[in-house]
Nanobody, 126 residues
Framework: QVQLVESGGGLVQAGDSLRLSCAAS????????MAWFRQAPGKEREFAAA????????AYADSVKGRFTISRDSAKNTVYLQMNSLKPEDTAVYYCAANRALGYVVYTTLGQYNYWGQGTQVTVSS
């Protein structure tokens, strides 16, 4: 089992950058594929970005492709989401997710993740 704690959210202006962090507990972080999802007010939780256990494969939602970058640091048991050129429509609670998977597998749907963090709020003003 793994526990996930997100941080790094905040209030920024359109065009600014933020880096979210997700710290994972336990010694098995290296066996998990990871992802970021987000949920805007009144909307369903949606996929944003995912990275494989190996770190060698990633996937992005079309809405964030070219602006967001997901990465992981196994030495720190942490996954990051670098968000550049933020837009008001990026405003949401951002959730970190994990599931056991080896190699280059990436998951992009909610139901494929077993572990979730509590979320961190990102607000982008226009």
């Amino acid at each position: 089992q793994v526990q996930l704690v997100e941080s790094g959210g905040g209030l920024v202006q359109a065009g600014d950058s933020l880096r979210l962090s997700c710290a994972a507990s336990g010694r098995t972080f290296g066996t998990y594929a990871m992802a970021w999802f987000r949920q805007a007010p009144g909307k369903e939780r949606e996929f944003a970005a995912a990275i494989s256990q190996s770190g060698g494969n990633s996937a992005y939602a079309d809405s964030v492709k070219g602006r967001f970058t997901i990465s992981r640091d196994s030495a720190k048991n942490t996954v990051y989401l670098q968000m550049n050129s933020l837009k008001p429509e990026d405003t949401a609670v951002y959730y970190c997710a994990a599931n056991r998977a080896l190699g280059y597998v990436v998951y992009t749907t909610l139901g494929q993740y077993n572990y979730w963090g509590q979320g961190t709020q990102v607000t982008v003003s226009s």
